[in-house]
């Protein structure tokens, strides 16, 4: 036993560097001009869970100024914003059920905010992902690239 008590100890102090090396949430703020503070977020597969935390800086009412955090393959961003058009506030513009959408928060406004989690193990390395909101209009400018990290 005494011969591997150090041993122990040194793989749980190298265990736990680990978890505190790896970013496992971000916050992101969006504003009354159409904007996310972010253009870019890495998503490390070490992590469990994934935490997104969505802000809204503004003060416009969410049926003006709304958004979301959603995030999809780049490939399928265009298509899920515009099916969700129809889809309306309450359902956060985004159509029922759509397999396309990995991960959103719902439409928030001013001063408002939203968490979600989600499993970086749906992610794959190598594939392209993105994030947007998908309120009406916005995705045009709302948007950014998500890297998928080790
Ligand atoms: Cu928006």
Not at 43 to 64: D, Y
Not at 75 to 80: C, E, L, S, T
Not at 119 to 130: C, I, M, R, T
């Amino acid at each position: 036993m005494k011969v591997w008590k150090p041993a122990l100890v040194l793989m749980m102090a190298g265990l736990s560097g680990q978890v505190m090396a790896a970013n496992c949430s971000v916050e992101i703020s969006s504003n009354d001009a159409m904007q996310f503070d972010k253009t870019s977020i890495s998503v490390p597969q070490s992590c469990k869970q994934f935490t997104v935390k969505l802000k809204h800086s503004g003060k416009m009412a969410k049926n003006i100024m709304g958004h979301n955090w959603v995030l999809t393959k780049t490939a399928d961003m265009q298509g899920v914003a515009s099916d969700g058009i129809a889809a309306g506030l309450d359902k956060s513009y985004l159509k029922a059920g759509d397999a396309r959408v990995i991960a959103h928060t719902k439409v928030i406004g001013g001063g408002e905010s939203d968490t979600i989690s989600f499993a970086p193990s749906k992610l794959k390395a190598g594939e392209a992902y993105s994030f947007f909101c998908s309120f009406p209009g916005h995705s045009g400018i709302m948007k950014g690239t998500v890297q998928v990290t080790k």
